[in-house]
């Protein structure tokens, strides 16, 4: 979950709401929606312990289409385009704060990041765990060292959470574009579940490090945001770039900003490498359903990843990092990604219906209220980005549509894939 978002999405929260509570306000908001999904997700969660998490939800609820449509936005939008806005971010947000290379250079950084992140996730889901725990580390106990050095050291004042919101109407609007910024700094908790068929105990691993996740994230955001505002009041914080190195160089001087900002450079690796982890699990499972590419179903002989799906999403964020701008990004990013989080935890409704006797080692707290909640924030994150962002959420709206021909090519092609009775999956020797 901790990226690059909690370092640079703060300025576009508050490009957006303008007022110090406000912005506070957009990122409680934000944690509380996230949190219920969490609670909702851990469910299918614990009953499905297999790789795919999303899809395989997604399909035993409303069947293989819902389910192909996912993995094929994940792959086209969402997971690809979340490594691309991280690694665009990487290069051209955080390193140019060591090096004063031109854009060029900058895409060059995205790039090579990239290459590097699937190079090592290639070699062994091992490695890239690895990466991932190390990163983690870093980015958690930096990102509780600038709210406490910044808090505590900066010549901030509390006269900057008091300000007035900005003149003028459309605020709903203005707060749902925030959440939107927001909610991708949250992203993340619901990758944990595409690898359960790698992941020891998941009925209760899972359940549990998804909701422990949720919640120490949520108060290291809040922490974050409290620093940010007190050094930085929130009219100069919606044009910082850099907004986390701008409130420690506000404490401790120029070396302070110098650290904190090679630190984001680390978290921002970290998360691209959570998703590269992460999503070609779910294009194995498609393909193992005879619903995408076959060679997506391939497992290494050697190192035992699904190693043509991580190639194939290094490619396809490669191209992504060099044809768009981290905003433009984000947008389509979130966009489909919130759809498809509605309809997950919708998932959680449906089966409680559809499979009452499915073994539940966990059921979601708060049923029916945490997942109508979240539903209904998901409804209102995409009804408003497609009104205030219309041609970035047409565009990622179109994306979705045309997997349905897709879906229709696979299925005719491997003889009505699920939905032929009795068609046999074939057979790949386990991922490790």
């Known amino acids: 979950m901790i990226g690059s978002g909690i370092f640079i999405v703060p300025a576009t929260v508050a490009s957006h709401v303008g007022a110090p509570l406000l912005i506070i306000a957009v990122w409680v908001a934000g944690g509380l929606f996230s949190i219920f999904g969490a609670l909702s997700l851990a469910e299918p969660a614990s009953a499905y312990s297999q790789s795919g998490g999303i899809y395989v939800y997604l399909r035993e609820a409303y069947g293989p289409l819902a389910g192909f449509l996912f993995g094929w936005t994940q792959f086209l939008v969402i997971d690809s385009g979340s490594v691309a806005a991280l690694a665009v971010a990487f290069g051209s947000k955080y390193l140019p704060y060591f090096l004063p290379i031109s854009p060029l250079g900058s895409k060059a950084a995205a790039a090579a990041l990239i290459i590097l992140l699937a190079t090592v996730n290639y070699l062994g889901v091992k490695r890239g765990a690895f990466v991932q ?7 958690f106990a930096a990102l509780f060292g600038v709210g406490a050095v910044v808090l505590l050291f900066a010549k901030g004042s509390t006269a900057n959470f008091v300000a007035p919101p900005p003149s003028g109407g459309g605020l709903v609007g203005r707060f749902g574009l925030g959440l939107v910024a927001a909610l991708w700094a949250y992203k993340g908790f619901e990758t944990a579940t595409f690898n359960a068929g790698e992941t020891k105990n998941p009925a209760r691993n899972l359940p549990l490090g998804i909701l422990a996740g949720s919640g120490v994230v949520i108060v290291l955001y809040l922490l974050a945001n409290a620093a940010y505002l007190y050094a930085i009041p929130a009219g100069r914080m919606a044009g910082s770039d850099r907004i986390a190195a701008d409130a420690m160089n506000a404490a401790v001087g120029p070396v302070g900003a110098s650290i904190i900002s090679f630190i984001i450079l680390l978290s921002i690796a ?10 070609p ?7 193992t359903d005879r619903l995408f590419f076959k060679k997506m179903a391939s497992v290494h002989p050697r190192f035992r990843t699904p190693h043509v799906s991580i190639l194939v999403v290094g490619a396809w964020a490669l191209f992504l990092s060099l044809s768009g701008s ?4 984000l947008t389509y990013v979130v966009f489909g990604h919130w759809i498809f989080m509605g309809l997950a935890v919708s998932s959680v409704i449906i089966l409680r219906a559809k499979r009452p006797n499915l073994a539940r080692p966990y059921r979601a707290l708060g049923y ?10 998901a409804v209102f994150v995409t009804v408003n980005a497609l009104i205030n962002a219309f041609w970035n959420s047409f565009a990622g709206l179109a994306i979705i549509l045309l997997g349905i021909p897709a879906y229709l090519y696979w299925r005719g092609k491997s003889g009505g894939g699920l939905e032929k009775k009795g068609a046999a999956l074939p057979e790949e020797p386990p991922l490790r």
Request: net charge positive; no cysteine; hydrophobic share 60%.
């Open 133 to 139: 725990n190390f990163l983690t580390t870093i980015k």
């Open 368 to 377: 029916p209220v945490t997942p109508v909640l979240f539903i209904l924030a």
């Open 326 to 329: 981290f905003e433009q990004l």
């Open 281 to 287: 699990r779910v294009y194995f499972a498609m393909a």
């Open 270 to 279: 970290g998360a691209a490498n959570a998703h590269i982890l992460t999503g």
